[in-house]
């Protein structure tokens, strides 16, 4: 029983690290790929209270838990004093938490250190995967829409963003920068050089997968987020990094114009135009001033629920924390800080309080998502969402 019982919860892990490879094949699947991550997230928290239902009486005092309650119970009174179409407000509670029960069920069966460094391998893995995928199809110069780069300021230069198999350049950058700081996790951690040599190659297959994305955002988050992780415990490596980083944008060029676009004039006039997304985050922001307390509810301004009911009719909000601010108000946004950001402060207080590197680059992954979805809308993505929940619900269960 001991050893099914381990199978399947490995099985569990291993679905949720590998989730943009299963997905791709299961959307090919006539009718399944429409719920099987539904299905996923449902037997693996049945199974979860299943086996772990003595710790139930424990959810009750975890601040993740409480402030995801706390977050709930603003987006219900939004809904209500709002009084709009059930559907919306429904299609956007379910994307915000339903992959929050993968953090609930990771608490539950409570893994074992063998397990939980068998899901981060498997992340590792996976990641690596997607970076090597995306570096082929940048060589191959696999047609991109056109809309991925600035016509005017970069298209004779980006011919091809890569995107791997979860269909967008963004939504690859976020795959990539919550495996990259575990597998550097990894290049510390071992002792035996050849083990370490491995996993610096696998670092660098997914940094190179994630520089091809293009990803401003991507960037932003996985560079931000190591050099915060590496300031903390070798100032030298931090330094070096930002050197690495200036080097490389000076002496390859389609980097250097892919920043510097982001100052040009032409750029910001744009962005500011109607549609473009400066004039996306002002008027979101208006919407969350207009509506002080419960925003103008969940479902309704930014988010895929409101262009899907006709709510909002310009593209995603490209900013989670303004689409959240717009939709839930004041109360809103502060709740959903908390209920988003506690994993990372608890691997933060861990790591300062046991020194164990574990804890600062899983708390580093968490950090770059958190950066990221400043500029792009990363919470409607399930692949990325269950992943992060799970890495957050470490800082719980994690005992290294």
Do not use: C, M
């Given at each position: 029983m001991?050893?099914?019982?381990?199978?399947?919860?490995?099985?569990?892990?291993?679905?949720?690290a590998f989730y943009p490879w299963i997905n791709y094949v299961f959307k090919k699947v006539p009718k399944l790929g429409s719920f099987w991550d539904d299905l996923l997230i449902l037997t693996f928290f049945l199974f979860s209270v299943f086996v772990g239902y003595k710790r139930i009486k424990d959810l009750v005092i975890l601040p993740s838990v409480l402030f995801a309650i706390l977050f709930a119970s603003v987006s219900i009174l939004g809904f209500v004093f709002n009084n709009y179409l059930f559907l919306a407000f429904q299609h956007q509670f379910r994307l915000l938490f339903e992959p929050f029960f993968v953090f609930i069920a990771v608490f539950?069966?409570?893994?074992?250190?063998?397990e939980i460094h068998f899901y981060l391998k498997s992340l590792v893995f996976s990641s690596v995967l997607l970076g090597l995928h995306g570096i082929y199809q940048y060589v191959k110069k696999v047609p991109t829409p056109a809309q991925w780069v600035d016509k005017d300021l970069e298209r004779t230069s980006i011919y091809t963003r890569a995107f791997s198999v979860v269909g967008s350049p963004n939504v690859l950058a976020g795959y990539l920068e919550?495996?990259?700081p575990v597998a550097f996790y990894y290049v510390f951690e071992h002792k035996d050089y050849i083990k370490k040599a491995l996993y610096l190659v696998a670092s660098f297959s997914i940094l190179?997968?994630?520089?091809l994305t293009f990803s401003r955002g991507g960037w932003l988050g996985a560079f931000g987020s190591l050099f915060t992780a590496f300031a903390t415990f070798s100032p030298i490596i931090a330094i070096s990094l930002v050197f690495l980083g200036f080097f490389a944008i000076y002496i390859i060029p389609v980097l250097r114009l892919r920043i510097i676009s982001l100052v040009d004039p032409s750029y910001?006039?744009?962005?500011?135009?109607?549609?473009?997304?400066?004039?996306?985050?002002?008027y979101g922001l208006v919407n969350g001033f207009e509506h002080p307390l419960f925003g103008s509810g969940l479902g309704t301004f930014g988010s895929s629920a409101g262009q899907k009911y006709g709510y909002f009719s310009y593209t995603s909000m490209d900013s989670v924390y303004v689409n959240v601010f717009a939709e839930t108000g004041f109360l809103g946004i502060i709740s959903f800080v908390l209920f988003i950001s506690y994993g990372f402060a608890n691997f933060v207080y861990k790591f300062f309080?046991?020194?164990?590197?574990?804890?600062?680059f899983l708390g580093t992954s968490i950090l770059a998502i958190l950066?990221?979805?400043?500029?792009e809308n990363l919470f409607d993505v399930w692949g990325i969402t269950l992943n992060f929940w799970?890495?957050?619900?470490?800082?719980e269960v994690l005992n290294d």
């Open positions: 001991e050893k099914i019982n381990s199978l399947l919860r490995k099985t569990f892990l291993f679905l949720i539950l069966i409570n893994p074992n250190k063998d919550l495996g990259l190179g997968g994630l520089l910001i006039q744009k962005s500011l135009d109607s549609g473009g997304r400066l004039f996306r985050w002002k309080s046991e020194k164990k590197l574990i804890y600062l950066i990221h979805i400043f500029v799970f890495i957050s619900a470490l800082s």
